[in-house]
């Protein structure tokens, strides 16, 4: 029967992230931001406390805890620094495609060793066909990743994923936001391969959970806004009351609110679904796109709340807006889930029933 | 965290969507093109009485603490939810106009003492025929402010002389019996309260006028009036004592937080229909390959799903007796602004055939609005909901 609950080991799961994202990022941000990383000793309490192996199956050393643990986690994060929670993830989005299409022997082979060493996995989601293969060699560009180093690429197409360790031309960027987790654009013209796999009903699962990815952080990004907005809106008096109290605001706030709540719940689902084994590409994409539009209705908002002061970098919510904007570039962006989406409904019959099992609204 | 609908659940919406497809959907139709609520004596009330539709919730022993009590533990509001957003899929208009205690029922149900359930709902336990209740807060002048009412309740002897206009109420001119509130002192506020029952052909009530409306047409929402009504004391809910024992305003308040997600989860309902008729129309005008046709379709079903998932967080939290005021708000708040979007957006899809008049797409638009309006306006469940965030006080002016 419908249940809206988590279990108890998810609860304390969630409350660990909360208390870490409490404790060793959220008053880092700005540093982090300057630094281009998160602090290494924040760094180190991730991996200690086992964030990086969440998703991992155990043989791997981790605790296949699933997709519904990893976006409690991503959410928390995000709402603290959603830079510093990309930065934190040494594998990152990455992971999909490497156990969607290269399964155990890719983990063993390309994962593993690139967690031993302290490298990162950066992921890159080509549907355009950027990124061109040939006889075990790869050329194109990618403009901006969120990295500034790329021990690992991995890159999702449509058709397959292929990964690159060597032949990689890195030039560091500004970034327009997430800087926590550092920015630079990449070049490579024959690079050699270290895999490629061609699957495309796998690269279409590696996708969803890419994007449900995404979607958490995003939850989490705009959730900061717009809590950081509320308890601002009620200290700040103009006209005699708190701004809360002007029923502009107490509106526009409870909206901030309601896009936050609906679009956690569809990210929520959309794991569930992954989890249990269903298909959930649409229901993911559907989450990443909700996710994308709320948070940029949530974030600029959360700017406006703070009136002047939202402008300036002495307030994070500028910081919200621009990472907000940022991640809804990444994944493949947002057209191309509501490509996805629209093209699965398009596919199906009326009555769309009423059971989720069965894979209706 | 599960997603799932269990299987008692699922087969009772099977049986709603067998009914749906035959007879609600084609009567709420009908009752749309004739411009009248379906007729009380038509004999699909009489065949819902006999499939066992139309009774009680309440079991005629035990108080109503313990049997919500047992009702929540089978997680009553989350399958109510349910079953609520299947029926307004087939036609929210004609789910409205089922017989049953209605409305009415929840007040008898908290306040009433254990004889006037006897009286009230016992009728319902095993009903001969078709036998409606209805509930009447809102009045010509009183809308989402309740604590404005004005139809006053004055003692005479054993009895309660009730004047006033009431408006809007479903199923009046066809109940056995309203529940009426009024007021025995304007200047008390919601403190001056009182819920009386109202039976059929009590000298006083009158005036029963079926309002013409935009959408709904199936069931009535009468207006009527109360002239020197005098109403046996027996009647007034819960005795003297309910009162003086706490405000009058609580049991209407309860009444509004238990309903609002089961009137969200029927906009979704609506927006369901409207979804799967613009696909529907799409697809048979071949319009499928327009990704602008595409985008609307696609962003219709997100919205709703995620105002269905508010609506389940709701109940679920009341199944569990946890507060929900925020999120009964929430989902009500949102779902029917989703649901009327894709309703336009299905309108626009079927493009200048929806115009006729005629359409299902048509009538979707118009039944959905009210959706935004019963049970608080959208603007209430924001203020309801600034409260809790952010203290919104309850005289902003006062601040």
């Not at chain 2, 404005?148 to 066809?174: H, M, P, Q």
Request: with cysteine.
């Amino acid at each position: 029967m419908i249940d809206l609950g988590l279990s108890d080991e998810l609860s304390l799961l969630r409350e660990t992230a909360r208390g870490f994202a409490r404790d060793r990022l959220r008053d880092a941000d700005r540093a982090a931001e300057a630094a281009r990383a998160p602090a290494a000793a924040a760094r180190e309490d991730y991996a200690a406390i086992g964030f990086t192996g969440l998703e991992l199956p155990e043989g791997a050393g981790g605790a296949d805890l699933g997709a519904l643990a990893r976006v409690l986690v991503l959410e928390e994060l995000a709402a603290a620094d959603p830079g510093a929670a990309l930065a934190l993830d040494p594998l990152g989005p990455a992971l999909y495609p490497l156990v969607e299409l290269g399964g155990e022997a890719a983990l063993r082979e390309l994962a593993l060793p690139l967690l031993e060493a302290g490298g990162r996995a950066v992921l890159a989601v080509d549907l355009e066909g950027r990124v061109r293969t040939r006889g075990g060699r790869a050329e194109g560009s990618l403009p901006w990743l969120p990295a500034d180093r790329v021990d690992l690429l991995v890159v999702l197409g449509r058709e397959g994923a292929c990964a690159i360790r060597e032949g990689l031309e890195r030039e560091e960027l500004r970034g327009a936001g997430l800087r926590a987790a550092g920015a630079s654009s990449v070049c490579f013209s024959g690079a050699p391969l270290c895999a490629a796999w061609r699957d495309p009903a796998a690269a279409a699962r590696a996708l969803a959970r890419v994007r449900l990815y995404l979607a958490a952080l995003l939850v989490g990004t705009m959730r900061a806004s717009s809590d950081f907005a509320r308890d601002y809106a009620r200290q700040r008096v103009a006209f005699g009351r708190p701004i809360a109290h002007h029923q502009a605001l107490a509106f526009l706030l409870v909206d901030l609110f309601a896009a936050v709540e609906g679009a956690r719940v569809l990210v929520h689902e959309a794991a569930v679904r992954l989890d249990s084994g269903a298909d959930a590409r649409e229901a993911c994409a559907s989450a990443f796109l909700e996710a994308a539009e709320q948070s940029l209705f949530v974030t600029p908002n959360g700017v406006q709340v703070l009136g002047g002061h939202g402008f300036m970098q002495d307030y994070p919510v500028e910081k919200w807006m621009r990472e907000a904007r940022a991640l809804a570039l990444l994944g493949g962006g947002v057209d191309a889930a509501r490509e996805d989406a629209g093209r699965e409904l398009a596919g199906s019959e009326p009555p769309l029933a009423l059971t989720l099992a069965e894979g209706a609204v | 965290m599960d997603f799932r609908i269990d299987a008692a659940t699922e087969q009772r919406l099977a049986g709603i969507r067998a009914l749906g497809r035959a007879e609600i959907r084609p009567l709420g139709l009908e009752a749309d093109r004739l411009g009248r609520p379906v007729p009380p004596d038509h004999p699909f009330f009489r065949k819902l009485v006999s499939l066992g539709l139309g009774r009680t919730r309440w079991s005629g022993d035990g108080d109503a603490r313990a049997s919500r009590g047992a009702a929540a533990r089978e997680g009553s509001a989350r399958a109510a939810l349910c079953l609520a957003e299947e029926l307004a899929y087939w036609d929210r208009g004609v789910a409205v106009s089922f017989p049953g205690p209605g409305l009415g029922e929840p007040p008898v149900l908290s306040m009433g003492t254990p004889e006037q359930k006897e009286r009230f709902l016992g009728p319902f336990r095993e009903p001969d025929r078709p036998r409606w209740g209805s509930f009447a807060m809102t009045e010509p002048g009183a809308g989402s402010d309740v604590a404005a009412i004005r139809t006053s309740a004055r003692r005479e002897g054993g009895a309660f002389v009730l004047d006033g206009e009431k408006s809007f109420a479903a199923n009046a001119s066809r109940a056995d019996w309203i529940v009426v509130w009024a007021t025995v002192d304007p200047s008390l506020g919601r403190g001056g309260h009182r819920a009386f029952v109202v039976e059929r052909g009590t000298p006083g009530l009158g005036d029963f006028k079926i309002e013409r409306k935009m959408g709904l047409k199936a069931y009535e929402s009468t207006s009527f009036t109360l002239r020197a009504c005098r109403v046996p004391a027996a009647n007034l809910l819960g005795g003297e004592e309910h009162y003086a024992r706490r405000a009058g305003f609580k049991g209407a308040l309860q009444s509004f937080n238990a309903t609002r997600p089961a009137i969200a989860a029927m906009a979704v309902g609506i927006g369901r229909a409207a979804l799967d008729e613009a696909l529907r129309v799409a697809r048979e005008d071949g319009r499928l390959g327009d990704s602008r046709v595409r985008d609307r379709l696609e962003r219709g079903r997100r919205r709703l799903r995620v105002a269905r998932l508010l609506c389940w967080r709701a109940a679920w939290l009341a199944d569990h007796q946890q507060p929900n005021m925020v999120e009964a708000s929430l989902c009500k708040a949102v779902a029917p602004a989703v649901a009327l979007e894709i309703a336009s957006a299905g309108m626009e899809i079927a493009g200048e055939a929806a115009g006729r008049g005629d359409a299902l797409a048509e009538k979707l638009f118009r039944d959905v609005k009210a959706m935004d309006i019963v049970e608080g306006t959208g603007q209430i469940q924001r203020i309801v909901m600034a409260r809790h965030l952010v203290g919104l006080p309850r005289d902003p002016g006062a601040a």
